[in-house]
């Protein structure tokens, strides 16, 4: 971009509280419509001409960082519409990534957010969050509709949209060149009209508007429909004629920006829960976290209808969230990876340039947020996890829900992705299942400008990893993808280097067959072990754009063999087994956690022919035994190699002694005597591959049939280790 139009962009970009506060959303906006665009991803480059820049937010220009809003002239992997967003107000940098990661999760039509490092004309200007827009060409690669044009898509974003007839003219039609308002302003009165769900339900798409409410009350969002009546949009879907609602921008979540002053004139809960609250009274408490989903909503008439009026099905809709997307168990290795990933961003973020000034603070009138590495690791452990904590225990004590048997549900829930058209079209469409894995290898160096966007549409189910990469690393193309049909990947700007990470792409496949790369893995060695075993190695998978068919591949690690001394050792050891309490609230599976430093709140209760068993002081297992045999069940500790020996890959075996499975392949004959018997023992050790996506901390479980996507890769002075095939666990190494 001319410099004289950067410099004109930082004279329009100087904006106070003051101005925003009293001209709210009459502030003009710098736009440039002849701006390039250089997009470097992964090796691959491709230069945009003719693309709209213009600044973007509303009460976000006050800040001294500003957003901006990019149209490119020609389809990036499926968008034409992307924001760059500062989130300046959010020290913890997460939680727009994290809350649409949590819609993508719920299945519910969604954003998309990543990261991308942001230059100017060669010049840094920061970390950015890069995020879709919602706008028709989003609609059109989301929905498909037939329709060349898009004419139902409505924004609410001036605040103040509350379903009431007059609230409607809150809201305006995204699409510039059709700005009728007449059948928005029909299905708002159309809906303030409607006594019973089942009359909201010929309206509106009653399922996904729910989960979104839930999932409002749940990240604690005063941004949105339940109380500042914005940051919304609203689709009139072509198949069935049902509007369905669309959420967007959630900085302001998590406690973020929270006060009680929104509740100080709402008066009584709608319900006739929450006591009196006199107008200019809230007696709910000081603590927003602890509010029931009645105390948080603003007496809306539609909830009334679809919420108060039909409790059974918003408590199912409640269970639901937290089982899928919202729990700790969840949720905190997620943001815990995603924190380590972006520190070395923060860092770059935080750190003042040649000039003495923090990159890209381009507005000198707005609010300084100068927040430092340690601002940042502090408001993701004090405030992001802790209000996730507090909020499960609220909403599982409000609706009656046993806090362990949602965990355990949520351990084997299998997110799916909601499929747009074939759920609503009449034709039938084909359709396909994808895995979509981006990995960054480790040490490498990029620059990158751009943006990048991974689109994948037509999709039933879709997985995505997230990218992680130890704080070491400098990448450039920050790509941490969802979990959801679309990731987005961006940076922007000019610059090159080939970054070594593996980016999915698949756009507008009919028939997909995951084609699954196994990643060479490194070969764990323990100096008293005597077999190295290859199970079930971490798979990257890997879709090429623009094709039609691929084929599955898979390579598999060949173990290296070694040889070991003669050594003697014998040990015998009997397992402890935690008794069972004379009363149960809970019952947990077979081969589950039942106790230990890890599982706190895990029950000892075990399903019938299990019973709870000390594996180390993290972890307790629901192990199996024969009622009949009360032989206790040994675990061998040491090793005993008896000659030199060359190592062989073979599958994990439990070797039985009187019905009872053990961990090693010692055969001992009588378990209850104190016998000592030399054994061959085998290690089996996950390999480690070459690239991990993310780290798993010790005693953390690191794969197994009931842990599947947990990451082989443990932390350092771990391995992961066989322990049965529903759990290995992260070991300490010792030499």
């Known amino acids: ?163 009431r007839p007059s609230s409607a003219y809150q809201c305006v039609n995204a699409n510039d060149d059709y700005q009728h308002m007449s059948v928005f302003k029909k299905f708002v009165d159309d809906v303030s009209a409607c006594k019973t769900v089942q009359q909201v339900e010929k309206i509106l798409d009653v399922d996904v508007f729910l989960k979104y409410l839930a999932m409002e009350w749940l990240i604690g969002s005063f941004d949105h ?20 609602i669309i959420y967007y921008d959630y900085d302001n979540t998590f406690g973020n920006g929270l006060s009680t002053n929104p509740w100080n004139n709402k008066g009584a809960n709608q319900d006739g829960s929450g006591g009196v609250n006199q ?47 919202f729990n700790p168990d969840l949720l905190n290795p997620h943001i815990h990876e995603l924190k380590h990933f972006l520190k070395p961003y923060v860092q770059e973020d935080s750190t003042p340039g040649k000039n003495g000034k923090l990159p890209g603070r381009i507005n000198k009138k707005g609010k300084a947020r100068n927040y430092t590495v340690k601002d940042f690791e502090n408001n993701v452990e004090s405030s992001l996890k802790t209000w996730i ?8 004590k409000n609706y009656g829900f046993n806090k362990q048997e949602i965990l355990n549900e949520s351990a084997k829930y299998v997110p799916k992705g909601y499929d747009y058209p074939a759920n609503h079209k009449k034709p039938k469409q084909e359709t396909t299942t994808t895995t979509t894995t981006t990995t960054t290898v480790k040490k490498t160096t990029t620059t990158t400008t751009t943006t990048t966007t991974t689109v994948k549409p037509k999709t039933t189910t879709t997985t995505t990893t997230t990218t992680t990469v130890k704080p ?31 980016t999915t792409v698949k756009q507008k496949t009919n028939t997909t067959k995951t084609t699954t790369t196994t990643v ?72 589950y956690p039942c106790g230990g430093l890890n599982y706190p709140d895990a029950s000892p209760c075990c399903e019938e022919g299990f019973r709870c068993e000390y594996q180390n002081d993290f972890y307790y297992m629901c192990t199996p035994y024969d009622t009949n045999n009360e032989t206790v069940i040994i675990k061998t500790k040491t090793v005993t190699v008896t000659k030199k020996s060359k190592t062989t890959t073979t599958k994990p075996k439990t070797t039985k002694a009187n019905t009872t499975k053990t961990k090693t392949t010692t055969t001992i004959p009588k378990p209850k005597t104190t016998k000592t018997t030399a054994s061959k023992t085998t290690s089996i050790i996950i390999p480690t591959p070459k690239i991990c996506t993310s780290y798993t901390d010790g005693y953390y479980p690191c794969g197994g049939l009931n842990y599947p996507d947990a990451s082989p890769c443990c ?11 529903f759990y290995y666990r992260c070991a300490l190494i010792i030499n």
């Not at 001209?23 to 390039?36: C, I, L, R, T, W």
């Not at 809350?99 to 942001?118: E, F, K």
């Not at 409505?154 to 103040?160: E, R, T, V």
């Not at 904590?389 to 599982?396: G, Q």
């Open 520 to 591: 060479k893995p490194k070969t764990s060695k323990t100096k008293k072990t005597t077999t190295t075993t290859s199970v079930k190695p971490k798979t990257t998978t890997t879709v090429k754009q623009k094709t039609n068919t691929t084929k599955t591949t898979t390579t598999m690690v060949k173990p290296k063999t070694s040889t070991t001394k003669k050594t003697t050792t014998t040990t015998t050891t009997t397992s402890e087994i935690l008794p069972t309490p004379d009363q149960c609230t809970s019952i947990t599976k077979g081969y």
């Open 472 to 502: 070491k690393t400098t990448t450039t193309t920050t790509t941490t993808t969802s979990v959801k049909p679309k990731t987005t990947t961006t940076t922007t700007t000019t610059t090159t280097v080939k970054p070594k990470t593996t």
């Open 389 to 396: 904590s507090t909020k499960f225990d609220v909403a599982c």
């Open 1 to 163: 971009m001319p410099s004289s139009e950067v410099n004109k962009l930082i004279n329009m970009a100087q904006i106070s509280v003051e101005q925003v506060q009293s001209g709210y959303g009459k502030n003009p906006d710098f736009k440039y419509e002849d701006a390039k665009i250089v997009a470097k991803w992964n090796g691959n480059e491709k230069t945009y001409e003719k693309v709209s820049f213009k600044t973007g937010g509303m009460y976000a220009r006050s800040n001294d960082k500003v957003g901006f809003n990019v149209k490119l002239d020609k389809k990036f992997l499926g968008r034409k519409n992307i924001r760059l967003r500062p989130d300046a107000n959010d020290k913890s940098h997460l939680r727009s990534k994290i809350c649409s990661d949590i819609a993508n999760r719920l299945g519910l039509p969604s954003i998309q957010a990543t990261y991308a490092r942001v230059y100017m004309n060669n010049e840094y200007w920061g970390l950015y969050v890069l995020m879709d827009a919602i706008k028709p060409s989003w609609v059109k690669q989301t929905f498909e509709p037939s329709e060349k044009e898009i004419t139902t898509l409505y924004q609410c974003k001036a605040g103040g949209f509350n379903f």
């Open 225 to 244: 429909l339940l109380i500042n009546g914005h940051n919304i949009n609203f689709y009139k879907r072509e198949s069935d004629g049902k509007w369905i």
């Open 279 to 325: 107008w200019g009274q809230n007696t709910r408490g000081n603590d927003p976290v602890k509010y029931s989903f009645a105390d948080w909503e603003m007496n809306l008439p539609i909830v009334k209808v679809l919420v108060h009026n039909n409790k059974s099905k918003f408590k199912s809709i409640v269970r639901n969230v937290l089982v899928s997307a």
């Open 715 to 725: 932390e350092e002075g771990f391995q992961c280790e066989y322990v049965n095939e």
